[in-house]
């Protein structure tokens, strides 16, 4: 009975910390802040030129 018990309250102490972790993925996942990132990237984009991909700037071999 002693086993039982003590199997129990190990499940439980496993089962409350899965739980816990559980809820705080759901919480970052709800407060996902992905659109504020897009917004900053689509804000500050890089040019053909920044990227050294202007055709005008190229140089012919």
């Given at each position: 009975?002693?086993?039982?018990?003590?199997?129990?309250?190990?499940?439980?102490?496993?089962?409350?910390?899965?739980?816990?972790?559980?809820?705080?993925?759901?919480?970052?996942v709800?407060r996902?802040?992905a659109?504020?990132?897009?917004?900053?990237h689509?804000n500050?984009?890089?040019?053909?030129?920044?990227?050294?991909?202007?055709?005008?700037?190229?140089?012919?071999e």
């Open positions: 009975m002693l086993l039982m018990v003590e199997f129990a309250m190990w499940l439980l102490l496993f089962a409350s910390i899965t739980l816990v972790f559980s809820s705080m993925l759901l919480e970052m709800l996902d802040t659109k504020y990132d897009m917004e900053h689509w500050h984009r890089f040019t053909y030129k920044d990227l050294h991909l202007d055709p005008d700037s190229r140089t012919r």
